[in-house]
């Protein structure tokens, strides 16, 4: 893939900036701010632009999303940049179109990927049913919308993306008349749905059911908070799209109204009174009275509120849940000697996620923090100057997967906004 210049020209000024202010991160920021570029963007044959998560060679809605983000502020003034950004906009408004309950999908309907007992699909790699991966294609059109000016995104696909998710959203506010169903057979229990396939029962909430987290393992109750906090940006910024781009008042209420739903529901259904810390988000629940109180790294998570602009980083409420995230009371944040910091049941019991460590310096308003998190992610990285999946605290050198983008590109983020704020002074 050819880098476009503008990024060139970013990632040659970061590395002089954190060789002056950070050494110890310099040899990484380079190299990881270009890494999604580099590795994992290619044009297709057709004229098509596609983004592989790194290791495994699909589309994920999510994780090509999040990848290219850090990208977007420098698109307007750059034209192969807008050419990549848009065409990567246009593959997933046509993705969702040919299945919005599918989280990741193939270059082409090969048939490639995961078989599973489900509605298959040949362009589909799997089909596992992630609210965030709705939300992720709306979050990235927008963005560039207003980093750009450009709405040119706003095609009749894209249109047809958001009356889709619409749908699909509203269909999973009352999931027992859903057509969705997901079975696995001869894998990890968090790898299928109970119930033949249709998950866990839930109580209407006004909430949209999700089958699995942005981990991809399934969820225990099916209203994941994390999930439907970025709904309601994601459906207040189709109404935006809709009402100034297409013109298009219906679907805009129809969206805003989704959005006030949702909210609702969480705000009635998704919160608990905690003894040692007040009034927090659970992570899921099933609007019948059952919770679960952890947090997972992947991205939407209730750490990530703020970045996700669901809430201001010192909304009371927040700074509750995050004490909560930031505590041995939750079950998955682990310490060891070198690092410490939320980690997933996707991955080994006791390994902390570099992209945690990333997302709380990214949300966080203390100086004191964000350099304990610089400190521990300049530790961390084995020696290989990329930042990866999960690490053992103590012992960086055992971890998953070597090659994923999402987390480079994420860490590079947050450095390239440090350097915009002009931390060091």
């Known amino acids: 893939?050819?880098?476009?210049?503008?990024?060139?020209?970013?990632?040659?000024?970061?590395?002089?900036?954190?060789?002056?202010?950070?050494?110890?991160?310099?040899?990484?920021?380079?190299?990881?701010?270009?890494?999604?570029m580099e590795t994992t963007v290619r044009q297709l044959e057709d004229g098509s632009y596609f983004v592989i998560t790194g290791d495994i060679p699909a589309m994920w809605l999510r994780d090509s999303?999040?990848?290219?983000?850090?990208?977007?502020?420098?698109?307007?003034?750059d034209g192969k940049l807008q050419e990549i950004l848009e065409g990567i906009i246009a593959k997933q408004a046509a993705f969702v179109c040919v299945d919005p309950y599918a989280n990741a999908f193939n270059e082409s309907a090969n048939g490639a990927g995961h078989r599973d007992d489900t509605i298959l699909n040949d362009h589909v790699w799997e089909r596992k049913y992630e609210v965030d991966s709705l939300c992720a294609p709306l979050y990235l059109g927008y963005y560039y919308w207003k980093a750009t000016g450009i709405d040119r995104i706003f095609t009749r696909d894209y249109y047809n993306m958001i009356t889709a998710i619409a749908d699909t959203f509203t269909v999973e506010q009352d999931h027992v008349k859903s057509p969705y169903f997901f079975q696995r057979?001869?894998?990890?229990?968090?790898?299928?749905?109970?119930?033949?396939?249709?998950?866990?029962?839930?109580?209407?909430?006004g909430m949209t059911w999700s089958g699995f987290r942005p981990s991809d393992d399934c969820c225990d109750y099916g209203y994941l908070i994390p999930a439907n906090m970025m709904a309601v940006k994601a459906m207040r910024f189709a109404e935006e799209i809709c009402r100034d781009c297409y013109k298009e008042e219906e679907l805009a209420a129809r969206c805003r109204?989704?959005?006030?739903?949702?909210?609702?529901?969480?705000?009635?259904?998704?919160?608990?009174?905690?003894?040692?810390?007040?009034?927090?988000?659970?992570?899921?629940?099933?609007g019948a009275g059952h919770y679960n109180l952890m947090d997972d790294a992947n991205s939407p998570s209730l750490l990530a509120m703020p970045y996700l602009g669901y809430c201001d980083r010192e909304d009371p409420f927040y700074q509750n849940t995050r004490r909560f995230i930031l505590s041995a009371d939750n079950p998955y944040y682990f310490q060891g000697s070198l690092a410490k910091g939320v980690g997933s049941p996707h991955t080994p019991e006791g390994y902390v996620w570099h992209i945690g460590i990333v997302m709380q310096a990214l949300t966080s308003g203390s100086r004191e923090e964000i350099l304990e998190c610089l400190k521990m992610l300049a530790e961390t990285h084995a020696g290989t100057n990329y930042m990866h999946e999960s690490f053992d605290p103590s012992a960086p050198e055992e971890y998953t997967r070597p090659w994923f983008a999402w987390a480079n590109t994420l860490f590079a983020e947050l450095l390239d906004r440090l350097m915009d704020e002009n931390f060091w002074g």
């Open 185 to 205: 057979y001869n894998c990890p229990k968090t790898d299928t749905l109970p119930n033949g396939g249709r998950g866990n029962a839930v109580k209407v909430t």
């Open 65 to 77: 999303s999040a990848q290219v983000r850090p990208y977007v502020k420098y698109a307007k003034e």
């Open 257 to 286: 109204g989704l959005s006030e739903e949702i909210q609702k529901g969480i705000r009635e259904y998704g919160m608990v009174e905690h003894p040692a810390y007040g009034r927090i988000y659970a992570y899921e629940t099933d």
């Open 1 to 36: 893939m050819e880098i476009p210049e503008i990024l060139r020209k970013r990632a040659a000024e970061l590395e002089t900036y954190y060789g002056d202010h950070y050494e110890a991160l310099a040899p990484l920021v380079s190299q990881c701010f270009l890494n999604t």
